[in-house]
């Protein structure tokens, strides 16, 4: 069973920044960032390849949030700059064993996800 732990949550002011950390317990294909706000789906953020750290967008949040990862600690990072009241959710990060790019969009195709990491933007 593998485990994944997330850190760097929290409550930040409008235009602020905050970087979001999570470890997983072993290796896998690729990792993602969704996120899911009251009454909403989750919703897809980014999600990067373990071999060549390709990286993979919702098309809204790039440019303001950059995913990267270290691959010797099996940590994968989302640094999110220019904060929004309407970024306020609970991140998770999953690990997908799909090597298909076209699977990391959907949380379908993610096996393992974290207990999620509240974060907060007030206006």
């Known amino acids: 069973q593998v485990q994944l732990v997330e850190s760097g949550g929290g409550l930040v002011q409008a235009g602020g920044s905050l970087r979001l950390s999570c470890e997983s317990s072993?290796?896998?294909?690729?990792m993602g960032w969704f996120r899911q706000a009251p009454g909403k789906e989750r919703e897809f953020v980014a999600a990067?390849?373990?071999?060549?750290?390709?990286?993979y967008y919702a098309t809204s949040l790039k440019g303001r949030f950059t995913i990267s990862r270290d691959n010797a600690k099996n940590t994968v990072y989302l640094q999110m700059n220019s904060l929004k009241p309407e970024d306020t959710a609970v991140y998770y990060c999953?690990?997908?064993?799909?090597?298909?790019?076209?699977?990391?969009?959907?949380?379908?195709?993610?096996?393992?996800w974290g207990q999620g990491t509240q974060v907060t933007v007030s206006s």
């Open positions: 999953a690990t997908s064993n799909s090597p298909f790019s076209a699977n990391y969009y959907y949380a379908r195709n993610y096996a393992s």
């Open positions: 072993s290796r896998s294909y690729a």
């Open positions: 990067i390849k373990r071999n060549d750290g390709s990286t």
